[in-house]
Nanobody
Framework: QVQLVESGGGLVQAGGSLRLSCAAS???????MGWFRQAPGKEREFVTA???????NYADYLKGRFTISRDYAKNTVYLQMNNLKPEDTAVYYC?????????????WGQGTQVTVSS
């Protein structure tokens, strides 16, 4: 397992953008990295993931608004979120694990709050 720390959350108006970062304590180049989110009263849901080779997978509901990327040298994964909507309000969690496209995640960050006002 690796230690993951998210940052970049905050309050933004609908239509705005945010960029989340996830810094890992160890080497993550051989791991599948993912982002999940959990809204109040709802279950945690998959947002996006990126494989060790840079392949990406997104939840259908995103419709191209979010982009995941990774910096292997910095052991950091990013989530660029554009055209944010109030329904994107949630705690966003970074995760690390194995397997593609169905990742099995065994490391989780503490989460970062994203709030989108209408």
């Amino acid at each position: 397992q690796v230690q993951l720390v998210e940052s970049g959350g905050g309050l933004v108006q609908a239509g705005g953008s945010l960029r989340l970062s996830c810094a890992a304590s160890g080497r993550t180049s051989t791991l599948t990295m993912g982002w999940f989110r959990q809204a109040p009263g709802k279950e945690r849901e998959f947002v996006t993931a990126i494989s060790t080779y840079g392949r990406t997978n997104y939840a259908d509901y995103l419709k191209g608004r979010f982009t995941i990327s990774r910096d292997y040298a910095k052991n950091t994964v990013y989530l660029q979120m554009n055209n944010l909507k109030p329904e994107d309000t949630a705690v966003y969690y970074c995760s690390a694990g194995y397997g593609w496209p169905e990742g099995k995640y065994d490391s989780w960050g503490q989460g970062t709050q994203v709030t989108v006002s209408s």
